[in-house]
């Protein structure tokens, strides 16, 4: 399954209400690292990007930061619902066939639109300070990895930081293979090779609440946080 087949599935995810990987809070440790690993400019600004995005909590918080922030997500459901749930004014624009949520009362803004297409949309040149991705590259099937770093780099500069929520565990039985997928930190380092400089920044053992949540008797199930810098 990958192009629209994939859309379709997270699609569908949105309208059965299946959404267990939303987060009912902003993320802990991502509140823990945006103030040290953000860069803010003159203005005090950090654009930030956050890729499949859903109706994410965190949109709101980093627009609280005093930075912009932007969006990008397949589904209208998701990206209505967040506005909705957070009581939040919106105009929706069209931008290159896509639709544009843009925020009346916050810097926030959401492309409704295919992740892999979202460079062509907004035009080249066009990059982040900041780009957090949490659900994003684990959601993707395996085969589109390289694609998805491709994209990541088009919408990096030098300088430009990329802090990832990733899972990493034990396939071999089969049991479950995802989504969320499995994403090891040296297989990140390979995908950028020498684009960008990868560190591995905190692991958890989460190998009790994998075997709960996804009923699957794995070895080892362990939550990273990997921080990337571009040096392109």
């Known amino acids: 399954m990958s192009g629209e087949g994939v859309m379709?599935?997270?699609?569908?995810?949105?309208v059965a209400g299946d959404t267990k990987w939303h987060e009912s809070e902003v993320n802990p440790y991502f509140k823990e690292y945006f103030p040290k690993l953000c860069k803010k400019s003159s203005q005090g600004s950090c654009k930030t990007l956050l890729p499949l995005c859903g109706k994410s909590l965190d949109l709101k918080w980093?627009?609280?930061?005093g930075?912009?922030?932007?969006?990008?997500?397949c589904s209208k459901l998701a990206i209505e619902s967040f506005f909705q749930e957070h009581g939040l004014k919106f105009e929706i624009?069209?931008?290159a066939g896509s639709d544009v949520y843009k925020c009346l009362n916050q810097p926030i803004t959401i492309y409704c639109c295919n992740f892999f297409l979202f460079p062509s949309i907004v035009g080249q040149g066009v990059t982040f300070d900041f780009i957090w991705d949490r659900g994003s590259f684990v959601a993707i099937e395996k085969s589109d990895r390289k694609r998805y770093a491709?994209?990541?780099l088009a919408l990096m500069r030098p300088g430009s930081v990329h802090l990832i929520e990733a899972f990493d565990y034990d396939v071999g039985d089969g049991c479950f293979e995802g989504p969320p997928r499995s994403l090891?930190?040296?297989?990140?380092?390979?995908l950028f090779g020498d684009a960008c400089d990868y560190e591995l920044l905190d692991v958890l053992d989460k190998t009790e609440l994998g075997r709960q949540r996804f009923n699957c008797n794995f070895s080892s199930f362990k939550v990273g946080y990997y921080h990337g810098v571009c040096k392109k």
């Open 67 to 73: 930075c912009e922030v932007f969006g990008v997500e």
């Open 8 to 14: 379709s599935y997270w699609l569908d995810k949105w």
């Open 93 to 95: 624009t069209n931008l």
């Open 150 to 152: 491709e994209v990541m």
């Open 62 to 65: 980093i627009s609280e930061q």
């Open 184 to 190: 090891p930190f040296k297989e990140v380092q390979k």
